[in-house]
């Protein structure tokens, strides 16, 4: 089996090497896909990645929710450990770039939310498998916040993130729910 890094290399390369037509499309398809489950629906307050790069585009869910009287909830990565905090945001005007080319929340303009307050996390990854595990970049942040978060966790993926199972280890968190565009694999 590869390992951790080899799966990290080969989804990177197959995100890279996805169209822009595919991209949109699938992104679309599975923004719409999320927006039509129960779980979804029932949430209030939605702990949302902001994508950047190829990963799915979150925009058009995150502007759903907010149309929808939902509230989001976008992560703040605490630098120089694997911890990050959730702040409530009402508009894209509310996140700023920070490294690695992430938009997170202006902390000094959002309110902090704890996560007994998230009632549904859509978690980003590289690449996830049939069981619901994944493989992040490697910061290990979402494997360390989902330990204690009791809430229902999603994740959206491209055809090109999916693998029948990936290698794990004791501390890996896998999501409750998994939506890929042949449909909903969890």
């Not at 923004?31 to 489950?37: A, G």
């Not at 770039?97 to 303009?109: A, I, M, R, V, Y």
């Not at 690449?127 to 229902?152: M, Q």
Request: proline share 4%; net charge negative.
């Amino acid at each position: 089996m590869k390992s951790k890094a080899d799966y990290r290399q080969l989804f990177k390369r197959n995100m890279e090497e996805l169209s822009d037509s595919t991209a949109k499309e699938e992104s679309n398809n599975l923004c719409d896909l999320m927006k039509r489950q129960s779980y979804y629906q029932k949430a209030e307050l939605i702990g949302l990645f902001i994508s950047k790069g190829r990963e799915v585009d979150t925009t058009s869910l995150i502007e759903a929710a907010w149309y929808a009287g939902k509230r989001i909830a976008a992560p703040k990565v605490i630098k120089g450990t694997r911890e990050m905090t959730f702040y409530s945001i009402t508009s894209f005007k509310d996140l700023e770039p920070t490294f690695f080319g992430l938009s997170e929340p202006k902390p000094d303009q959002c309110h902090k939310v704890d996560s007994s307050q998230i009632d549904l996390m859509i978690v980003p990854g590289l690449g996830f498998d049939k069981a619901g595990y994944r493989i992040g970049y490697g910061g290990g942040y979402y494997d360390t916040y989902l330990k204690s978060y009791d809430g229902v966790t999603a994740a959206l993926a491209y055809s090109c993130q999916l693998v029948d199972k990936l290698p794990t280890e004791a501390h890996d968190q896998k999501v409750d729910h998994l939506l890929a565009p042949d449909g909903v694999l969890l």
